[in-house]
């Protein structure tokens, strides 16, 4: 099945269709009639995109290709696939027209400012005999931290008391890439 209803000519109206072969036309197949038929493939055009991929303190430059009419969003994530270079999910941290914008069509974009999110730094406060003892670890961007939990870090355990996000605010449950900050209290 194709995700798009298609024209089918013999049946007059937009049906569902199966793809038989792929190509510079699709050859399909209406699943109301049976009819098969060639569909017309639209060609995106692409741009090559420079982007900017911080990762905790250190910052590298990727180029990817993306189709010129899609829409790029702050705080949107983006897989950054650089074929001469690893692939890394990130989240859109600023994009970089001829100013500063929220939102733009990649080919309005020069530069797209983006933050590692598949593995991120996070940075851990706990208590401990009235001092704070600073930590920081490598996790994986989607592990979920709660308030309330117990994790032992670094010969540390401690229950997790306080999740201070990126943008603003606390939460009692968020993934390790929007989080800031999580304060724990010695066990």
């Given at each position: 099945m194709l995700d798009d209803q298609i024209f089918c000519p013999v049946c007059g109206v937009d049906t569902e269709h199966a793809l038989i072969k792929s190509g510079q036309e699709n050859l399909v197949r209406c699943e109301e009639c049976e009819t098969v038929h060639s569909v017309q493939v639209k060609r995106e055009r692409l741009v090559n995109l420079k982007v900017i991929v911080s990762n905790d303190e250190r910052s590298e430059p990727y180029l990817i290709n993306?189709?010129?009419?899609?829409?790029?969003?702050?705080?949107?994530?983006?897989?950054?696939?650089?074929?001469?270079?690893?692939?890394?999910?990130?989240?859109?941290?600023?994009?970089?027209?001829?100013?500063?914008?929220?939102?733009?069509?990649?080919?309005?974009?020069?530069?797209?400012?983006?933050?590692?999110?598949?593995?991120?730094p996070l940075k851990i406060s706990v208590y401990r005999s009235g001092k704070s003892?600073?930590?920081?670890?490598?996790?994986?961007?989607?592990?979920?931290?709660?308030?309330?939990?117990?994790?032992?870090?670094?010969?540390?355990k401690f229950v997790i008391v306080k999740i201070k996000l990126r943008g603003e605010g606390f939460a009692d449950v968020a993934g390790a890439k929007d989080i800031q900050r999580v304060w724990g209290r010695e066990l």
């Open positions: 993306i189709p010129a009419k899609e829409v790029l969003r702050v705080g949107d994530e983006l897989l950054v696939d650089d074929p001469a270079k690893d692939v890394v999910m990130t989240q859109i941290s600023s994009l970089e027209t001829d100013r500063r914008v929220n939102v733009a069509p990649a080919e309005d974009v020069k530069t797209v400012w983006a933050r590692a999110t598949d593995e991120v003892h600073p930590l920081k670890i490598s996790v994986a961007g989607d592990e979920v931290f709660e308030v309330g939990e117990v994790r032992k870090v670094e010969g540390f």
